[in-house]
């Protein structure tokens, strides 16, 4: 990337690359920011090819299928790369056209994609097969190689997830339960929620302590209220029932003379 826009003035050049950097601090935990800057890059620099994938990227993770597309087609113009061919898919399926998710899976670009790319548009196609309701077939789209293999990859976890999640859809809850558990030995940076998903299916229900903690505290502090309002209403409601005694003494011609001072002769 940086030697790309070493076809830059300096200044620009320096300018662009911040906003990239932007765009990839931001791109996990707040993509609509991440977009700004992504659009920043491309309005300084769209001729370079990183700034065109960049854009697209970001496009995607704020679900514009459409542009993330026009974008990563731009990048793959310029460098000939196929290396985003199973992201260009999955644009299709975002779009809704799953069948053409599915035919670019069937292409000879995905000859040329390294292991990780061809586990990606692996996952692609499967995902476009229960876009199609064949969730047979995604079953089937998935079991390769790299499913059966003992060592773990960068994609495994997100492979055995996938299928345990293909699994469960076809009614196959036990072996859908057991690669859910395979996911989570292999899910060493926590991609996938395969604990969640193996709670769920065992039934468990997970209490969040901090939450009983603050309801227990508003119940005690609800309590205390209404305690230190008691008196107040106590001595409220006797001079109320005193009043009402009053008034009632009077209408009957029952009230008391009061008592006259010494020394009054009238």
């Known amino acids: 990337m940086r030697q790309e826009l070493m076809s830059l003035p300096k200044g620009l050049a320096e300018e662009v690359a911040r906003n990239l950097v932007m765009v990839a601090n931001l791109l996990d935990e707040d993509p609509e920011q991440a977009y700004a800057y992504s659009r920043i890059a491309l309005r300084l620099a769209s001729r370079v090819a990183a700034v065109r994938e960049a854009a697209g990227f970001a496009s995607y993770a704020t679900a514009k299928y459409s542009e993330a597309l026009a974008e990563f087609r731009a990048a793959r113009r310029m460098t000939g790369s196929v ?110 929620d395969a604990s969640d998903r193996l709670a769920e299916l065992d039934g468990v229900e997970f209490t969040d302590a901090l939450e009983d903690s603050d309801a227990d505290e508003a ?31 009077e209408e009957s011609g029952d009230v008391a003379e009061a008592p006259k001072a010494d020394g009054d002769k009238s």
């Open 219 to 249: 119940s005690e502090a609800s309590e205390a209220s209404e305690v230190s309002e008691a008196p107040e209403s106590a001595e409220k409601a006797v001079e109320e029932s005193a009043e009402e005694s009053a008034e009632e003494a």
């Open 83 to 192: 290396e985003l061919w199973p992201v260009m898919a999955d644009c299709e399926r975002g779009m809704g056209r799953p069948e053409r998710a599915l035919a670019m899976a069937g292409e000879p670009e995905v000859n040329k994609l390294d292991k990780a790319g061809q586990v990606e548009m692996r996952l692609v196609a499967a995902g476009a097969r229960k876009d199609m309701g064949q969730a047979e077939a995604a079953v089937v789209t998935l079991q390769s190689p790299e499913l059966a293999s003992s060592s773990v990859q960068p994609w495994t976890a997100r492979l055995r997830y996938a299928y345990a999640d293909a699994l469960l859809e076809v009614g196959r809850e036990s072996e859908a339960r057991e690669w859910f558990a395979k996911a989570l030995e292999a899910d060493q940076g926590g991609q996938t």
